[in-house]
């Protein structure tokens, strides 16, 4: 069982930055493609980021692309999502997700990935 835990959420002026955290406790994810997701009110969920099993490739969402940056520690314990010059239309639940794939694959669709964490409020004030 792989369970993902996020963190790093809140709020934040437009302009800001905040840095999402995803772990899966006790136990690496380096078996696993991850990705970040995010869900507006009254929106589907949609892709933000993603990252392969080597780190080598990566790839973004278009609406986000040059501001946020997928990545993970050394130890392969945490992903992070950095999240720079944020806009009011960032404002969503954000969502970390995981799925065994070739070592070098991104995912970008939510039907994908296998695991997913509970969320983290994302809130940008204008």
């Known amino acids: 069982q792989v369970q993902l835990v996020e963190s790093g959420g809140g709020l934040v002026q437009a302009g800001g930055s905040l840095r999402l955290s995803c772990a899966r406790s006790?136990?690496?994810?380096?078996?696993?493609?991850m990705g970040w997701f995010r869900q507006a009110p009254g929106k589907e969920r949609e892709f933000v980021a993603s990252i392969s099993r080597n780190d080598y490739n990566t790839y973004y969402a278009d609406s986000v692309k040059g501001r946020f940056t997928i990545s993970r520690d050394n130890a392969k314990i945490t992903y992070y999502l950095q999240m720079n010059s944020l806009k009011p239309e960032d404002t969503a639940v954000y969502y970390c997700?995981?799925?065994?794939?070739?070592?070098?694959?991104?995912?970008?669709?939510?039907?994908?990935?296998?695991?997913w964490g509970q969320g983290t409020q994302v809130t940008v004030s204008s």
């Open positions: 997700a995981a799925a065994t794939a070739p070592i070098d694959v991104v995912l970008v669709t939510a039907s994908e990935y296998t695991y």
């Open positions: 006790g136990r690496t994810l380096d078996d696993y493609a």
